[in-house]
């Protein structure tokens, strides 16, 4: 099983635990962390849903509170928007958390994306036609000031509830993988191994962009490119 259909499964079919399940948790240290992560947030939600009902609300009904006077349901309604507001600020803690994550949660995912399209990674591959590089990086928010190299992949696809640019480069010893994220930040440059692949996620503007190539793939003239080369349209 590979990091992204364990998390498919871990987010999908809660509470269940197999043999399958447990063995990956046992080797992967990222997906360890995102199933602590699923489980906090589980617990939140939890208790914001186990705020308890008013004695007033037990036998409620729509007619019964259209018969109350407006500063009577006040209070009533004051409950309901506060059980809401607790609710939708989970949910939106949780997903910006989950967008600038730390990069060491965030390699997992990038290199079990990568390898869930093998295609992707085959050798000797043809350029892409420019025509199409240009269509999906304006799908996706992304634009190349200067060349990065032969482009030999390039793809629209779902990344932490956005649609990114995944593309792949001709680097010196093979493929070298590039995601270009507007939407994830990072501090600095932050280089990580899994796998059996090495790369780093480099800061561009108010987003990164991932670089993950072999085992011997020097990966600095490549960053060096990126981050001249890689910008956000506005």
């Known amino acids: 099983m590979d990091c992204l259909e ?5 987010s999908t079919e809660p509470g269940q635990s197999d043999s399958v399940l447990a063995a990956h948790l046992s080797v992967c240290a990222s997906c360890s962390a995102f199933a ?3 489980e906090s947030v589980d617990q939140l939600l939890g208790e914001a849903l186990r705020l308890p009902v008013p004695d007033r609300l037990q036998n409620f009904s729509i007619d019964s509170l259209r018969q109350q006077t407006a500063p009577r349901r006040a209070p009533v309604l004051r409950r309901f928007a506060m059980a809401a507001g607790v609710l939708a600020a989970l949910l939106i803690s949780f997903g910006a958390w989950r967008v600038a994550t730390a990069p060491e949660d965030l390699s997992g995912e ?8 093998p295609a992707s990674l085959l050798p000797d591959a043809d350029p892409v036609a420019a025509s199409e590089v240009a269509y999906v990086l304006r799908r996706t928010g ?13 793809k ?20 070298v993988t590039l995601m270009l994220l507007p939407h994830v ?7 990580f191994e899994e796998a059996g692949y090495k790369g780093t996620i480099v800061p561009v503007g108010s987003g990164s962009v991932a670089i993950i190539g072999g085992e011997t793939e020097p990966l600095t003239p490549v960053e060096e490119l990126v981050s001249s080369a ?3 349209q506005i």
Request: aromatic share 8%.
């Open 6 to 10: 364990f998390r498919r499964r871990y």
């Open 36 to 38: 602590v992560e699923m």
């Open 110 to 117: 990038l290199v079990a994306h990568m390898l869930h399209e």
């Open 142 to 154: 992304a634009q190349l000031d200067a060349p990065v190299g032969t482009i030999t992949y390039i």
């Open 156 to 175: 629209s696809c779902p990344f932490r509830n956005r649609q990114v640019a995944h593309m792949v480069i001709n680097g010196s010893t093979g493929p």
């Open 185 to 191: 930040s990072v501090a600095s440059a932050e280089a």
């Open 230 to 232: 890689v910008a956000w």
